[in-house]
């Protein structure tokens, strides 16, 4: 009959090892030559898991270009300001100026860094809108995923709490909620709520998008710039380009960005 082996217990560092003596083994892999000094450093999963996403060279770009999009969506209006006196709702006082200019263009015709990516049909600065836009945009994406989190978790531990029929009821409020368009309800909230100020209506939008779904109608807001510059596009095709191409590139990075931290933070993918 097999001794039972004792407690070898040693202190080093504030962290208790249990080391078994090799006559103790069971078998020959569970034996271990460690030196005096030697201890075995555990990892968190919050390091694992951003190991396993540095590792996906896609959510990496996504992440840098969120980043960028991100930082240059928040100061790049005030300096743009600082720096040419345009905004993105200054409408020139020259009549000459009034117009459609192509990027990198004065209203001469000539090389000028005014506008890197042209005018609209007002005389806007483009890229002062397309800035701006990117700023209301995250602002959607970020309030009305708040709301819709808060709505969508009270409203769902509520039905799993109580249970039974009326688990079962505020679940059909659900699926008829789901065979309704979102834009159709977005619509009928702002117009049961109404604002007479500007930011009154901007915070009644993210309520609204966050009470239904904010991704198909974000999509939609991100897609303003582009739907006026559609109209324009055999004449000025600047005006849809790069309000076309910062929203895709948008999308795509927030896609390979939210596919990394799927794979990075699921449990079953070790590497």
Excluded: C
């Amino acid at each position: 009959m097999r001794e039972k082996p004792p407690d070898f217990i040693s202190k080093q560092d504030d962290r208790d090892l249990v080391h078994v003596p090799p006559e103790f083994a069971i078998a020959e892999g569970d034996v271990q030559v460690m030196a005096e000094d030697d201890f075995v450093v555990g990892s968190s999963l919050w390091k694992d898991a951003w190991r396993r996403l540095l590792k996906n060279r896609l959510a990496v770009f996504g992440l840098i270009v969120v980043i960028v999009i991100a930082i240059t969506s928040l100061i790049g209006p005030p300096i743009i300001k600082a720096a040419t006196g345009y905004t993105y709702d200054l409408i020139p006082r020259d009549v000459l100026l009034i117009k459609s200019i192509p990027p990198f263009r004065s209203a001469e015709g000539s090389f000028s860094w005014a506008h890197p990516m042209g005018t609209d049909n007002s005389g806007r600065d483009v890229l002062a809108r397309v800035l701006l836009g990117g700023r209301i945009s995250l602002m959607v994406g970020i309030i009305s995923t708040i709301v819709s989190l808060i709505i969508g978790v009270s409203y769902g531990a509520v039905a799993g709490y109580l249970g039974g029929r009326i688990d079962n009821w505020m679940m059909r409020v659900v699926d008829v909620l789901y065979s309704l368009p979102y834009i159709i309800l977005v619509i009928v909230l702002l117009a049961m709520f109404r604002s007479s100020t500007p930011m009154g209506q901007l915070m009644l939008l993210f309520i609204a998008l966050g009470s239904v779904s904010w991704l198909t109608m974000a999509r939609i807001v991100w897609g303003s710039l582009a739907a006026e510059g559609i109209q324009n596009i055999a004449i000025f095709p600047w005006q849809l380009v790069f309000p076309g191409v910062t929203m895709a590139l948008t999308l795509f990075s927030l896609n390979f960005l939210g596919d990394g931290l799927r794979d990075a933070l699921d449990p079953q993918m070790r590497t």
